[in-house]
């Protein structure tokens, strides 16, 4: 499987977006090189300004550009653009509908070393909380190029969550990412796989290991996760019977909840999550995954548990 | 009584306090805040500040709840901007070339809504309108509102937005002026001083912050709850101009912002030392005014002192009415 770093895939594309838009400027906080943000401000200096590591500051900044017209994308680690300066994003970003695009970096347990206090498993929970806040976490690098070019495109503050290390490639050539919309990736009737991130491949590969006992799932991959795709679940409850979702997020909050929230006030039909329950630790981020739960494996279990819960 | 509209409010007495040139097309009110105040502008200023004070304690008595002590305080600062310093235009709030003025300490929102309505920016009607439901008159500023640039109300936001204004002036190669009103209390939170020190790096020269130094903050007095002090050499020390002047003084007030007009190289903050709940005897360095609403015996002996003959009755007049 070929794989993109996204997070250096959104400094290309924001770097040709810079080029095409002059009405974008790009605000950072001594991360730039990590961002990849560091490109645009190499090729736009006078549109790329650095504020350190003062995030509060960053994001009440992003706003005031963007009350005058700006479209602005502001990028740093996950941990510390959504945790750190959330009370400006609410106030300042999300009630007023700034048009402005955060977008982080090194989210989830695959940061790694650093250990837990890089490592944002609860970015889309505070995300997903704000009314009115797009919330998009690509799948791989094309996914995250389109999705950036949406959010310069379309009004309005938008949230996207990326990751440090390079993840595989689960999109065609040119494929088009739909923004809320649900995206079926695999058919299947037995099971249907909801998945986000990283955990789309793993749960393709899921999906390809159960093929040969007879189990069919359906892989969908949840790029979008406000504003939700109700119908695409429901759709997806009533036709195969069964949900799994998986995510690189605590249980509480993130793609789960959403999912959960959903069947049950639509279809409820038996549901696994495949997420993390607590906090992880410093190692290397397939050590990490396999130690708490979130491989191809504890996807496929988690397949045939739902499958198992269904009336017969 | 009668109360006027915001037309009636932009009457050609108003204009007298205006500069005769209008430099263009675009600008209904430009700034002569730089030339010396003659008599006659000055006893207008003072009026528009008594009118403006009277009706902001109206809006908070009719709703029964607001900050009425940091309205007060705050009132020759935002009429010095409003009617001798910005250049904007009430009928088109978002001219892209207008002056910004953005109020940080935004449960001080009743001051600048009776600016804005007696600048004409809405009816002065509205006013009575506040934190009900349906109005667009909100209990902390919000965006929506004609003439409000950023939605507030959770302190220490304002001074990083106005940066944010302030270099997208820069980088649109837009002349336009911004302005941050902040409370002394506000200072405790540690954001504004991220945003000094960004202002200050990015040598923002266009920014000018004032901070309404009344020395009271929700619970108590700033020096009890949290010292400020040494406070201008903080600013100071942080790469800010400092200019400390009488917050109730017109004359003090637009020399410092031509002062700060002038500057190159830096930001400037004002330090505007001022009394929380000024006007009224009984509120005037009353912690207990920071967030409580009068009620209608206090408003009318508050409305006493703001010399306001009774019969004139409880609702917003033009200023060109006051006594
Ligand atoms: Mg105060």
Redesign the interface.
Known sequence: MTTAVTREVFGQTLLELGSQDPKI?VLGGDLNKSTFAYRFGQQFP??F?D??P?E???????????????TVFVSTFAVFGTGRPF??I???IA??RANVKIVCTHAGIVTGEDGISAQGIEDLALMGALPGLTVIVPADGPETDQAARVAAREPGPFYIRLSRPATPIVHQPGFTFRLGKAETLREGNDVAIIACGIMVPAALQAAERLAPQGIQCRVINMATLQPLDEQGIAQAAAETGAIVTAEEHYRHGGLGSLVAQTIGRTLPVPMESVALDRYAESGKPELLLAKYGLTAADVEKAAVRAIGRKRR | MVASTSRMAVSTSDVIILSATLPSPGILFSPNGLAPLTPREHQDLKRIARAVRRDLLLCITEAGSGHPGGSLSEVETLVSLYFRVLRHNPRHPQWPDRDRFILSKGHACPGLYAVLAHRGYFPLQDLLTFRKIDSHLQGHTRVGTPGVEMSAGSLGHGLSFATGVALAGRVDRRGYRTYALLGDGECDEGQVWEAAMSAAHYKVDTLTAIVDRNRIQNDRFTSEVMELEPFAAKWKAFGWRVLTVNGHSFPQLLNAFARAQATQGRPTVIIANTIKGKGVSFMENNPDFHGKAPTKAQLEQALRELGVAAEEGYQPLTWERMP
Do not use: E, H, Y
């Open positions: 400027v006078d549109r300004f504020l350190g003062a509060q500051n960053m994001m009440s900044m992003a706003a005031g550009f963007a009350s005058c017209g700006k009370d400006q609410r106030v300042g009630q007023p």
